[in-house]
């Protein structure tokens, strides 16, 4: 995973064919090996499919710069990912989660007839700003398909954004994935 994968995550102008691969199969593939990941800093476990990649970037977000750390990795055809966003103000993390939600979208080209929130309850994250998780179609740079899920929540001033992206949904891959997400 490179820097080009905050590109992707936030910025709409970058390219994002390098972090979409091939074809998607089913969760229970031996390409996906699960394992237990905690953040560094943070209250959040969550399973990924395979070994992730770290980075840490400070990138303008909610109109000043704002430390970035992520997590991901490539498996079976679809990028898993975590990012975390430290707005030290707990009264900004509403507004500036919305813009990032917004800047994903966009970034994935989704078309709006496709966005369809789904399901996710996250004991322990902050009262007051919604879990989302949603599902939305899009395009790669290259103009081939893409499906995108995502969840955004909120603990203290730390914001999360937890993406899923491949060439085709993956029911069973998506389910082990969010369902995982635990603030402990």
């Known amino acids: 995973m490179t820097a080009r994968m905050f590109r992707f995550l936030i910025f709409p102008s970058f390219p ?3 972090l979409l691969s091939a074809l998607a199969l089913a969760a229970c593939s031996p390409a996906l090996n699960w394992r237990e990941v905690r953040p560094e800093g ?12 770290k980075a840490q970037k400070v990138v ?5 710069p704002t430390s970035l750390s992520m997590l991901g990795c490539d498996a079976d055809g679809a990028t898993f990912a975590v990012a975390i966003a430290d ?4 009264s900004q993390a509403a507004s500036v989660l919305a813009l990032w ?13 496709s966005r369809q929130p789904l399901p996710l309850k996250i004991p322990g994250a902050s009262p007051g700003t919604p879990v989302t998780r949603l599902q ?9 398909a893409v499906s995108g899920q995502a969840a955004y929540f909120v603990q203290g001033s730390q914001l999360f954004q937890v993406v899923m992206y491949a060439p085709h949904l993956m029911p069973e891959a998506a ?3 969010f369902s995982s997400l635990k603030l402990e």
């Open 136 to 144: 939305a179609q899009g395009q790669r740079a290259d103009g081939t």
């Open 175 to 177: 389910e082990t994935f």
């Open 42 to 53: 943070t209250r959040l476990s969550l399973l990924l499919p395979c070994k992730p990649d």
């Open 101 to 113: 939600q917004d800047l994903a979208l966009a970034n994935m080209k989704a078309v709006p007839a």
């Open 16 to 18: 994002r064919a390098v």
């Open 60 to 64: 303008p977000l909610g109109g000043r």
């Open 87 to 90: 707005v030290d103000d707990p």
